[in-house]
């Protein structure tokens, strides 16, 4: 299994792209699909986005045991529903040291603490692109049966809402549907 994963945005994949917006920052173009595949796939795409699935960086023990007791697999037969969120924090962000930018990401904005309200209804898996000169740092991802999508609406904007997203200059939200 490679850890690059390649989201593809065109004509071809299991997603139909439902809503593509920018909530900051500049826009990807807007496609009809979505595939995500682990590797480079082949045929042409509108656009790719790449990042690899990496080692967790903030999460303390204790979040780790907990996020591992709750988090479902991905690709839930139910899971009908998937939104992809790629992010660009800034140079502010960067500049911090590990410490300060896990003080900022948990103990003041409360991330993690507030992600595990809908677990276990959404599957997520974080993807880094940064160290692969992309332009987003992160691409998210994240599936769940449609009874759960207005949960996930309300987590996320609590979370749009904290001290962390001062530092996201970039933000792409692709709402998703396997159909
Ligand atoms: C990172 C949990 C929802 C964006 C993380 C990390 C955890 C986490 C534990 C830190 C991983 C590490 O230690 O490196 C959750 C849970 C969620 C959730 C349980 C509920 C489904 C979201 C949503 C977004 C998001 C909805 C976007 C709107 C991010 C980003 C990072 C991250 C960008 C990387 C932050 C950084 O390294 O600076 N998340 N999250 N998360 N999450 Fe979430």
Redesign the pocket.
């Known amino acids: 299994m490679s850890r690059i994963v390649v989201f593809s945005g065109g004509d071809v994949g299991p997603w139909r792209v439902r809503d593509i917006r920018a909530i900051c920052g500049e826009p990807l173009p807007e496609v009809g699909r979505l595939l995500m595949t682990e590797g480079e796939p082949a045929g042409a795409a509108s656009w790719r986005l790449r990042g690899a699935i990496?080692?967790?960086?903030?999460?303390t023990r204790s979040?780790?045991t907990t996020?591992a007791q709750?988090?479902p697999a991905l690709a839930r037969p139910l899971a009908s529903q998937a939104?992809l969120?790629p992010?660009r924090?800034s140079p502010a962000?960067w500049a911090l040291a590990q410490d300060e930018?896990r003080a900022i990401?948990?103990e003041t904005s409360h991330?993690?603490r507030?992600?595990?309200?809908?677990?276990p209804a959404?599957?997520?898996r974080?993807h880094?692109s940064r160290d692969l000169d992309e332009r987003f740092?992160?691409l998210?991802w994240?599936e769940f049966a449609p009874e759960h999508e207005a949960d996930?609406w309300a987590?996320?904007s609590r979370?749009?809402a904290t001290r962390?997203w001062d530092?996201?200059e970039a933000?792409v939200?692709l709402r998703l549907a396997l159909e």
């Open positions: 990496s080692n967790a960086r903030y999460a979040e780790v996020l709750l988090q939104v969120i992010i924090k962000w930018r990401f948990e991330h993690t507030i992600g595990l309200t809908t677990l959404v599957a997520r974080l880094h740092d992160f998210t994240f996930f987590m996320t979370l749009r962390e530092y996201v933000e939200e």
